[in-house]
């Protein structure tokens, strides 16, 4: 069966929709089921592709992109036709399925939790017998529909694919690979270079107060081998011409030995001296074995959640299970190996108080590092914070602006501060925004000159009359002010 998968607009970093390709590949593998894709930050348009005759439209969506998913499925319906089935996942979607059916009508089925083999359920079932009826749709765990009656069912949650390896790679080909390429700053800071992003696990085992990965992962871990993680690596270079990869793992150390097992078959096979990459890890995890094995693999950058340098809050908002010492740690190791860092924090939290605030800005500014990315406490759907804000009457669940849940815009934004004024705090972290613009414009600055006046770099940045264009004027300031 045809069917057709929409990432919606809004992604300004070009974050390659992995969850889709996933699906893809799996349905096609699997269910040899004929996928199509419409990627609308890549530009693409769904009226442009009224040629297609899908029997199903899927979509994903995070928070603050729920609004340009719902505009999405409108725009599929007057091209598709009013009766096509509508099915949405994601995270938003997996931690408000009901609240996501109850409040808009054109969504036929809420996806919640990992998609492949649910999604490769619902195709069958519509292969096989044309629609959905409520007892054949009761039958699928991990989802969430509205009955003829207009009661929401939702089913039991759906089992985890336990073999990872099962799930093809993602299918790229059927997106606009070129337009994920070139990303300057985008996903790995100051590199110049084909970029794309990788996923080697899924679920992280930490209870972290502002995330809402447990509600998608049920905080369980599982993983990739490494020879399939370094085999799509393989692909991407020799098929995609990539040369930077973004691991999107909530935190790729926490299996060590897999690690240094990946790390060493880079270099083996040569693909360390043919990518750079980067990825997240926890700092109480960090070790300087680990770091040696991947730095010599072609890792570049090492991002970490720091959140706070006051161990009371961190204490708090991590589950107790990390320290300000180790954080410090964490920054002076990657460091001594030649690893670039990037720090993200968060102000704002319920009981921090100014004084507290200031103690992470102080650690900021103390602990030299690359890339500093200050956050606002958000009540993300699925976090503890969400429930908080709902107790407390700061998330209004009939009436919700889901373009508010902004971690990194001070206006118009939720907060649930409530041990320092809105407005001080705001004031701290537009001091906060403006050192680090300042700390990480410096770091671009020297990342983007040494990439900027590498030959090969530059031939690869203007390799097309556009990228000419586009590129051209910045590649010549660059090396102009390089040699003066």
């Known amino acids: ?3 057709l998968l929409i990432n919606p607009g809004f ?49 994903t969506s995070s928070t603050p992109n729920f609004p340009e998913a719902k505009q999405a499925i409108k725009e599929a319906k007057e091209v598709f036709g009013e009766k096509i089935p509508i099915v949405i996942g994601g ?7 009901r609240l996501v059916l109850e409040q808009n009508p054109e969504i036929g089925i809420v996806i919640a939790g990992e998609g ?3 999604f490769l359920e619902l195709l069958n079932l519509l292969e096989r017998k044309k629609s959905f009826t409520e007892e ?3 039958k699928i765990k991990g989802i969430a529909f509205r009955s003829k009656s207009g009661r929401i069912i939702q089913t039991s949650s759906c089992l985890f694919i336990e073999n990872l390896d099962e799930i093809p790679f993602p299918a790229r080909d059927l997106f606009p690979m070129k337009e994920f ?8 800071r100051g590199l110049l270079k084909k970029t794309t992003q990788i996923m080697s696990s899924r679920g992280c085992p930490y209870d972290c107060k502002f995330c809402a990965s447990k509600m998608m992962w049920k905080r369980r871990v599982r993983f990739f081998s490494a020879e399939y993680v370094v085999k799509e690596i393989e692909r991407l270079v020799n098929d995609y011409g990539v040369t930077a990869l973004y691991f999107v793992d909530d935190t790729l150390v926490v299996n060590k030995e897999r690690l240094k097992k990946i790390s060493s078959m880079l270099v083996e096979k040569g693909l360390n001296k043919k990518i750079s990459w980067s990825c997240q890890m926890r700092a109480n995890l960090v070790d300087e074995e680990t770091l040696e094995a991947i730095k010599k693999a072609g890792c570049v950058q090492v991002e970490f959640g720091f959140e706070s340098g006051c161990q009371r809050v961190l204490s708090d908002i991590k589950d107790g299970n990390v320290t300000v010492e180790q954080n410090a740690r964490a920054i002076e190791l990657c460091k001594k190996h030649g690893l670039r860092v990037l720090g993200n924090f968060v102000v704002g939290n319920p009981g921090e108080t100014e004084v507290e605030v200031l103690e992470t800005f102080e650690f900021m500014k103390k602990h030299k590092m690359d890339f500093v990315h200050p956050h606002l406490a958000t009540p993300f759907p699925g976090s503890d914070y969400w429930e908080l804000a709902v107790k407390r009457g700061i998330v209004d669940e009939k009436n ?9 815009t001070a206006e118009n934004n939720l907060l649930i501060a409530d041990a320092i004024p809105i407005p001080r705090l705001l004031e701290l972290y537009d001091e906060m925004s403006r050192f680090a613009t300042e700390n990480n414009r410096a770091s671009l600055e020297v990342g983007s000159l040494k990439e900027l006046l590498n030959l090969q770099t530059i031939l690869r940045v203007l390799r097309t009359p556009s990228h000419i264009l586009k590129y051209g004027p910045k590649v010549l300031k660059k090396m102009l002010k390089g040699k003066s």
């Open 1 to 3: 069966m045809e069917f």
């Open 11 to 59: 992604n300004q970093n070009l974050q390659f929709p992995l969850g889709l390709a996933y699906l893809a590949s799996y349905a096609r593998k699997y269910g040899n089921h004929r996928p199509s894709v419409i990627d609308e930050n890549s530009g693409q348009k769904i009226k442009d592709f009224k040629h297609l005759k899908p029997g199903l439209i899927g979509l």
């Open 91 to 97: 995270i938003h979607a997996t931690s408000l399925p």
């Open 116 to 118: 492949e083999k649910t």
């Open 136 to 138: 054949d749709l009761k």
């Open 181 to 188: 390429y070139i990303q300057p700053r985008a996903v790995i």
């Open 400 to 408: 919700i602006d889901w373009k508010k849940f902004q971690m990194s």
